[in-house]
């Protein structure tokens, strides 16, 4: 993920006029850190191999006691699994769960299909709001539509460690059809994916540390309590899963569609 500093204007200026120094690439980014009060379901995945070392995803709690992220983020039986919630923000205490072999539930039965997984947690979490899935029969965003993207991966264009601080980051959608480059990249063999773009124009990547992160939007659901009364309440309805972003920094932000018709029945069929 990248951060904008105050000097934005006079680089986004300077790239306007075809400047292309190192400078000017590290800096036109676009995500900030996220407000306190936001994205507070987003999980880190952390697996650690049997030699010490570890890789680190983002998920989204959505359920009290399930996360969904990337299976590309699970290294296999050999090793460990866990989820951190509660890292965002600094204030606020982490919690870290052990996730059971037989807890780790992957979409894919062949290597075509989506790579996500759900992590069932050996406990409930309290005093998180779960992101929730779209309502009834869900379509992908249309092109052009801006949702939000978090994560803790690199922030400069070279890569590197990832940050502490949760980052957010604004994207536009774009249908699979209209993805930049996808010919001959390992994302082109998925049906069920669609892309983000800079808002703006901005120059974003992903990065270690963001694949397996929710793709979300602030909106407007209904919440029924008795066969003839409902509520509607604001809610982050979560759309996709990125899946770019896990060897290194990519500029591809590709995402798993939650509202394919087979993988929101999967997700349902074992969160319920």
Same mark, same amino acid.
């Given at each position: 993920?990248?951060?904008?500093? *105050?000097?934005?204007? $006079?680089?986004?200026?300077?790239?306007?006029? #075809?400047?292309?120094?190192?400078?000017? %690439?590290?800096?036109?980014?676009?995500?900030?850190?996220?407000? /306190?009060?936001?994205?507070?379901?987003?999980?880190?995945?952390?697996? %650690? !191999?049997? @030699?010490?070392?570890?890789?680190?995803?983002?998920?989204?709690?959505?359920?009290?006691?399930?996360?969904?992220?990337?299976?590309?983020? &699970?290294? +296999?039986?050999?090793?460990?699994?866990?989820?951190?919630?509660? #890292?965002?923000?600094?204030?606020?205490?982490?919690?870290?769960?052990?996730?059971?072999?037989?807890?780790?539930?992957?979409?894919? *039965?062949?290597?075509?299909?989506?790579?996500?997984?759900?992590?069932?947690?050996?406990?409930?979490?309290?005093?998180?709001? =779960?992101?929730?899935?779209?309502?009834? /029969?869900?379509?992908? =965003?249309?092109?052009?539509?801006?949702?939000?993207?978090?994560?803790? #991966?690199?922030?400069?264009?070279? +890569? +590197? =460690?990832?940050?502490?601080?949760?980052?957010?980051?604004?994207?536009?959608?774009?249908?699979?059809?209209?993805?930049?480059?996808?010919?001959?990249?390992? &994302? %082109?063999?998925?049906?069920?994916? &669609?892309?983000?773009?800079?808002?703006?124009?901005? %120059?974003?990547?992903?990065? *270690? +540390? @963001?694949?397996?992160?929710?793709?979300?939007?602030?909106?407007?659901?209904?919440?029924? !309590?008795?066969?003839?009364?409902?509520?509607?309440?604001?809610?982050?309805?979560? &759309?996709?899963? $990125?899946?770019?972003?896990?060897?290194?920094?990519?500029?591809? !932000?590709? !995402?798993?569609?939650?509202?394919?018709?087979?993988?929101?029945?999967?997700?349902?069929?074992?969160?319920?």
């Amino acid at each position: 993920m990248f951060t904008m500093d *105050k000097t934005a204007f $006079l680089i986004l200026s300077l790239w306007a006029a #075809g400047v292309t120094s190192s400078v000017v %690439e590290k800096r036109l980014v676009s995500a900030i850190t996220c407000p /306190d009060t936001e994205r507070l379901h987003h999980a880190r995945v952390v697996y %650690e !191999f049997r @030699d010490g070392k570890s890789m680190t995803c983002g998920g989204t709690l959505i359920d009290k006691r399930w996360v969904i992220t990337a299976s590309h983020c &699970y290294g +296999g039986e050999d090793g460990t699994l866990k989820v951190e919630l509660g #890292g965002h923000p600094k204030t606020a205490v982490k919690k870290q769960l052990r996730i059971a072999s037989n807890n780790i539930i992957l979409y894919a *039965k062949s290597s075509s299909e989506e790579p996500i997984m759900l992590l069932k947690l050996p406990e409930s979490v309290k005093n998180i709001n =779960p992101a929730v899935l779209p309502p009834g /029969d869900c379509m992908a =965003p249309t092109d052009g539509d801006e949702l939000q993207v978090s994560g803790r #991966g690199a922030t400069t264009a070279e +890569g +590197g =460690p990832g940050v502490k601080d949760l980052m957010c980051l604004e994207v536009k959608t774009l249908s699979k059809n209209h993805c930049p480059d996808l010919a001959g990249t390992s &994302y %082109e063999k998925f049906t069920h994916i &669609y892309c983000g773009g800079g808002v703006g124009g901005a %120059e974003i990547k992903a990065c *270690k +540390g @963001d694949s397996g992160s929710g793709f979300l939007k602030k909106e407007m659901i209904s919440k029924s !309590f008795f066969v003839f009364w409902s509520k509607e309440k604001k809610a982050d309805v979560l &759309y996709g899963v $990125l899946i770019s972003g896990h060897e290194a920094c990519e500029d591809k !932000f590709v !995402f798993v569609d939650l509202c394919a018709k087979k993988i929101k029945k999967w997700i349902q069929k074992l969160v319920s």
